[in-house]
């Protein structure tokens, strides 16, 4: 079993910046990729970047250039680093885990909250 704990979900003004962390805990050896996902109230959970253990990075078309996903291999630890905030960023943000970046994930976590407001 595979345990993933989010953080650094918080409150932002548009324009602002915040970095998610993704800590992977347990049997953690099969688990090769790592995703970032969101979902907005009353929509379906987004994909917005997946990282692998290879040094391989994927990215929606809606978070390109604005995103960046990292992955620390050594602390089983995802990151993303949000840039330039607007108020439609505003869900739930989760990290997710799997033994590769093609199929379904896993392991979830339990969520991270964004809220992008003036």
């Not at 998610?20 to 805990?25: D, H, P, R």
């Not at 680093?81 to 339990?110: H, I």
Request: proline content about 2%.
């Amino acid at each position: 079993q595979v345990q993933l704990v989010e953080s650094g979900g918080d409150s932002v003004q548009p324009g602002g910046s915040l970095r998610l962390s993704c800590a992977a805990f347990g049997d953690t050896y099969n688990t090769h990729c790592m995703a970032w996902f969101r979902q907005i109230a009353g929509k379906a959970r987004e994909r917005l970047a997946s990282a692998d253990r290879y040094g391989n990075r994927h990215y929606a078309d809606s978070v390109k250039g604005l995103f960046t996903v990292s992955l620390d291999n050594a602390k089983n630890t995802l990151y993303l680093q949000m840039n330039s905030l607007k108020p439609e960023d505003t869900a739930m943000y989760y990290c997710a885990a799997s033994g590769n970046c093609y199929g379904t994930f896993n392991y979830w976590g339990q969520g991270t909250q964004v809220t992008v407001s003036s």
